[in-house]
């Protein structure tokens, strides 16, 4: 499956972004979706994540309630409303899948696909 993020840009502290992934092939449906991050000289790290149905979601705790995630299954997308932006947000942000009917998680290492990063700049 390939993954193409698009969406990022510059904000301002305290705007909004909406990212946004889409994904090939006829498996998007039997794969849990998540996005991570990594600022310079920082490890990628969890953001969010999306069950494959797209009746669960859970976050880290620093987006919770400012970030939303979402899923379209008849348009093999998943999104990423994110609002209040904060300038520690800045990063490159990346969209993942797992592998078709494996379970969602956490940890780089739960995701097979990566899409290729969309850069974010929030402006204090």
């Known amino acids: 499956v390939q993954l193409q993020a698009s969406g990022g840009g510059w904000v301002q502290a305290g705007g909004s972004l909406r990212l946004s992934c889409a994904a090939s092939g006829r498996t998007f449906s039997l794969r849990a979706m998540a996005w991570f991050r990594q600022a310079p000289g920082k490890e990628r790290e969890f953001v969010a994540a999306i069950s494959r149905t797209g009746r669960s979601t859970k976050y880290t705790d620093f987006v919770k309630g400012r970030f939303t995630i979402s899923r379209d299954n008849t348009k093999n997308t998943v999104r990423l409303q994110m609002n209040s932006l904060k300038s520690e947000d800045t990063a490159i942000y990346y969209c993942?899948?797992?592998?078709?009917?494996?379970?969602?998680?956490?940890?780089?290492?739960?995701?097979?696909?990566w899409g290729q990063g969309t850069q974010v700049t929030v402006s204090s």
């Open positions: 993942a899948a797992t592998k078709t009917q494996e379970s969602w998680g956490t940890t780089v290492g739960d995701y097979a696909y």
